[in-house]
């Protein structure tokens, strides 16, 4: 009986660890797209002086800002992976282990 509460302590431990480093990464993140996104759409709807500024030919600021927009998008996407690969699944995989009943073994 001792053993299995060990694993089960250790599952929720693996679990919690898990889920303090995705908001650890995540939330930032989010917050970056939000401000990006609403930033975005609300300078389209009270700033159109600003966004209707030339940078060259007919290409404006509102034509630029959307632009960077849609790398943001991918920039975070690609972080995300990244993150995803080298951090949340050997986490993810250690979770499913203790979960699983193999590290009552141990």
Same mark, same amino acid.
């Given at each position: 009986m001792a053993?299995?509460?060990?694993?089960i302590e250790a599952a929720h431990a693996s679990i919690r660890? %898990?889920?303090g480093e995705k908001l650890k990464y995540l939330v930032p993140m989010t917050i970056i797209f939000m401000v990006g996104y609403i930033? %975005?759409?609300v300078l389209a709807a009270f700033g159109k002086s600003i966004m209707a500024i030339k940078v060259t030919g007919a290409f404006n600021v509102g034509y630029l800002l959307i632009a960077?927009?849609?790398l943001l998008s991918w920039i975070l996407a690609i972080v995300y992976v990244r993150i995803a690969n080298n951090v949340f699944d050997p986490l993810a995989a250690k979770a499913a282990f203790d979960i699983t009943?193999?590290?009552?073994s141990r």
């Open positions: 053993a299995n509460s060990k694993s660890a %898990l889920v930033g %975005l759409t960077i927009n849609y009943g193999a590290g009552a």
